[in-house]
């Protein structure tokens, strides 16, 4: 019988979101980074980087017991092709990563802190799945600032307003 391992399933959850990903990123202008919807909103410069960067916390999750939410830098993109080149780059470190691990490494406990300070630990199995939501949870908020900016938002699951399949 041939089984499947959770890192392929993940694996194969990460590719079927790359291209509507890069697609957003590919259309965010930096001159726009500083734009907020709402005085309590992340700006969009910040979220366009989370989203590029948040694959990079998958492999990271495999590779290492822990993320310190204090010690990580800010990617500071000077153009939209910078910020797509580090999201590919991240993107290909997730993919290995997922095609190369165990389930039962997946099964060891990973650990978010701040400062040295542990926030919470659960297995990695867990918090990769849970990544993955996170990370389409803010690609979708991305779209939101994108049709507010007059920005074409991509086909994602179906068509958009801005491209239709059909």
């Known amino acids: 019988m041939n089984q499947t391992s959770f890192g392929k399933t993940y694996l194969k959850e990460l590719e079927a979101e790359v291209t509507a990903t890069r697609k957003c990123l590919e259309r965010i202008p930096v001159e726009l ?5 709402h005085e309590k909103s992340m700006e969009l410069g ?3 980087i989370l989203v590029a ?9 495999i590779e290492e017991p822990d993320i310190d939410l204090a010690t ?13 080149k ?6 290909e470190g997730a993919k290995n ?5 165990s389930d039962e490494a997946l099964q060891q406990p990973f650990s978010l802190k701040r400062s040295g300070q542990v926030l919470y630990t659960a297995p990695k199995l867990g918090q990769i ?18 049709r507010l900016n007059d920005i074409a938002v991509p086909s994602i699951y179906g068509p958009s307003a801005d491209e239709r399949l059909w």
Request: charge should be positive; aromatic fraction near 14%; hydrophobic fraction near 40%.
């Open 33 to 37: 980074y500083h734009y907020k919807p």
């Open 46 to 48: 910040y979220l366009s």
């Open 53 to 61: 960067e948040m694959p990079n916390w998958i492999r990271t999750m």
């Open 72 to 84: 990580g830098q800010l990617f500071k993109p000077a153009t939209a092709a910078d910020l797509v």
């Open 129 to 146: 799945g849970s990544t993955l939501n996170h990370w389409v949870h803010h690609r979708g908020q991305l779209t939101v600032y994108m």
């Open 86 to 91: 580090r999201f590919d780059e991240n993107i």
């Open 97 to 101: 990563a997922l095609a190369n691990v």
